[in-house]
């Protein structure tokens, strides 16, 4: 249709839209990996990247996606038989352990219905029964884009710490990192590991991990080490080894032109428009009510500012992912899991604005009254007006 025509847009939760200064960045040719001014590139982005972690360790840069540092935190800390507790509150976690049990490791789920967020008594009760200390690391995920939630770091690290247990706290940050804060000193955080295609607004293909001192110490015993993802080797003073080889040029100049488009906005003023973004989002999700949408997390202070889930009974929801595609050229995330017919995922993260989140619920408004739910209230309607307060507040 005609209204289907021109630039599409693309509000999956991940990859997120791309800024044209970082797409510029990266139209550069290829210099000298061992020396010159390719040491800076590498030197800015890891210290940008613990300024977004706030972390006082070490940060690595690795040509992989999320699922790569994954495996890279796994071998660089333990060995096979090494017993992982995996904290879940969506898809991601859990994903992390099966590739902790493909490993050799033992992992323990700790199940939670995908509707909220982790519940750190429990937490708390499972490392109190613990007494003979086998549990060698937590896993948890900050922000689950398959279930929409986010889960309270500092509240987990207390139950960590009030049961007494010396397990290693692994934060996944991959969908979360430059969309809200992350306190990985002030925590007590001994990994985290991020992406660069979400919130930190650059292409695919590089994975970030921030490491304490204490997991450092750990790694030194750590049995599944391998050369590529081994911390040591990346310690040293080559630079060509701090990628185990050919560093990834174009990908590290537009982390660098991201990285400075951040700081230039001001890291709390980013994480003020995430909010308020998502703010409008859930505006519009509580008018569609009237059509049949149901948040899938429950408890509002668990909803995530960077992607929203809502649902619809049956395979509503697939219709209306599949019409925005077609007839708005508008595409967003369809479910995963058990919600993959009956769930929509809107990314609101990295570099999304009032226009393009706006547009975006406009065309959901668009296919419910096409697929025959029209609204008294529109989305879009309530989006801009929950905008329109908020900005009122600071004037």
Same mark, same amino acid.
């Given at each position: 249709?005609?209204?289907?025509?021109?630039?599409?847009?693309?509000?999956?939760?991940?990859?997120?839209?791309?800024? $044209?200064?970082?797409?510029?960045?990266?139209?550069?040719? =290829?210099?000298?990996?061992?020396?010159?001014?390719?040491?800076?590139?590498?030197?800015?982005?890891? =210290?940008?990247?613990?300024?977004?972690?706030? =972390?006082?360790?070490?940060?690595?840069?690795?040509?992989? #996606?999320?699922?790569?540092?994954?495996?890279?935190?796994?071998?660089?800390?333990?060995?096979?038989?090494?017993?992982?507790?995996?904290?879940? @509150?969506?898809?991601?976690?859990?994903?992390?352990?099966?590739?902790?049990?493909?490993?050799?490791?033992?992992?323990?789920?700790?199940?939670?219905?995908? $509707?909220? %967020?982790?519940?750190? $008594?429990?937490?708390?009760?499972?490392?109190?029964?613990?007494?003979?200390?086998?549990?060698?690391?937590?896993?948890?995920?900050?922000? &689950?884009? /398959?279930?929409?939630?986010?889960?309270?770091?500092?509240?987990?690290?207390?139950?960590?710490?009030?049961? *007494?247990?010396?397990?290693?706290?692994?934060?996944?940050?991959?969908?979360?990192?430059?969309?809200?804060?992350?306190?990985?000193?002030?925590?007590?955080?001994?990994?985290?590991? !991020?992406?660069?295609?979400?919130?930190?607004?650059?292409?695919?293909?590089?994975?970030?991990?921030?490491? @304490?001192?204490?997991?450092?110490?750990?790694?030194? =015993? /750590? *049995?599944?080490?391998?050369?590529?993802? &081994?911390?040591?080797?990346?310690?040293?003073?080559?630079?060509?080894?701090?990628?185990?080889?050919?560093?990834?040029?174009?990908?590290?100049? *537009?982390?660098?032109?991201?990285?400075?488009?951040?700081?230039?906005?001001?890291?709390?003023?980013?994480?003020?428009?995430? /909010?308020?973004? !998502?703010?409008?989002?859930?505006?519009?999700? @509580?008018?569609?009510?009237?059509?049949?949408?149901?948040?899938?997390?429950?408890?509002?202070?668990?909803?995530?500012?960077?992607?929203?889930?809502?649902?619809? $009974? +049956?395979?509503? /929801?697939?219709?209306?992912?599949?019409?925005?595609?077609?007839?708005?050229?508008?595409?967003?995330?369809?479910?995963?899991?058990?919600?993959?017919?009956? @769930?929509?995922?809107?990314?609101?993260? +990295?570099?999304? #604005?009032?226009?393009?989140?706006? *547009?975006?619920?406009?065309?959901?408004?668009? %296919?419910?009254?096409?697929?025959?739910?029209?609204?008294?209230?529109?989305?879009?309607?309530?989006?801009?007006?929950?905008?329109?307060?908020?900005?009122?507040?600071?004037?």
């Amino acid at each position: 249709m005609s209204f289907a025509n021109g630039r599409e847009t693309v509000l999956i939760p991940g990859p997120s839209i791309l800024p $044209d200064r970082v797409l510029n960045a990266m139209h550069r040719a =290829s210099m000298d990996i061992y020396a010159g001014p390719m040491l800076d590139v590498t030197a800015d982005c890891q =210290s940008g990247l613990k300024r977004i972690f706030n =972390s006082s360790g070490d940060t690595y840069i690795y040509a992989s #996606n999320g699922h790569g540092v994954w495996e890279a935190v796994l071998t660089n800390l333990f060995s096979r038989g090494d017993r992982i507790l995996v904290l879940e @509150s969506g898809r991601f976690a859990t994903g992390w352990g099966n590739m902790a049990q493909s490993l050799g490791l033992e992992v323990e789920v700790l199940s939670c219905p995908w $509707d909220r %967020a982790i519940d750190s $008594d429990k937490v708390e009760d499972r490392l109190r029964a613990d007494t003979a200390g086998q549990i060698a690391a937590i896993i948890a995920v900050q922000v &689950d884009t /398959a279930s929409g939630c986010v889960n309270d770091m500092a509240s987990l690290r207390s139950s960590i710490d009030a049961a *007494g247990h010396t397990a290693l706290l692994l934060v996944d940050a991959v969908a979360s990192l430059g969309t809200m804060p992350f306190e990985f000193d002030d925590w007590g955080v001994d990994v985290a590991i !991020a992406a660069s295609q979400k919130g930190l607004m650059s292409p695919a293909g590089l994975g970030f991990i921030a490491v @304490s001192e204490r997991a450092k110490g750990v790694h030194q =015993s /750590a *049995g599944l080490r391998t050369p590529y993802w &081994d911390w040591t080797a990346r310690d040293g003073e080559i630079h060509y080894m701090k990628y185990c080889g050919t560093p990834p040029e174009q990908l590290l100049f *537009g982390l660098q032109e991201a990285l400075s488009m951040m700081f230039e906005e001001g890291l709390p003023a980013v994480y003020q428009r995430h /909010a308020e973004i !998502a703010t409008a989002t859930r505006a519009a999700i @509580s008018a569609w009510q009237e059509a049949g949408a149901i948040f899938n997390i429950t408890d509002p202070s668990s909803r995530s500012n960077s992607v929203s889930v809502f649902r619809f $009974d +049956g395979v509503f /929801a697939s219709r209306i992912v599949a019409y925005c595609k077609s007839h708005c050229r508008v595409t967003l995330g369809s479910g995963l899991g058990h919600l993959v017919e009956e @769930s929509i995922r809107i990314g609101h993260m +990295g570099h999304v #604005n009032a226009p393009t989140i706006l *547009g975006c619920l406009g065309s959901i408004d668009v %296919a419910l009254t096409a697929l025959g739910r029209p609204l008294e209230k529109t989305g879009v309607g309530a989006a801009a007006a929950a905008l329109g307060e908020l900005s009122g507040h600071r004037h």
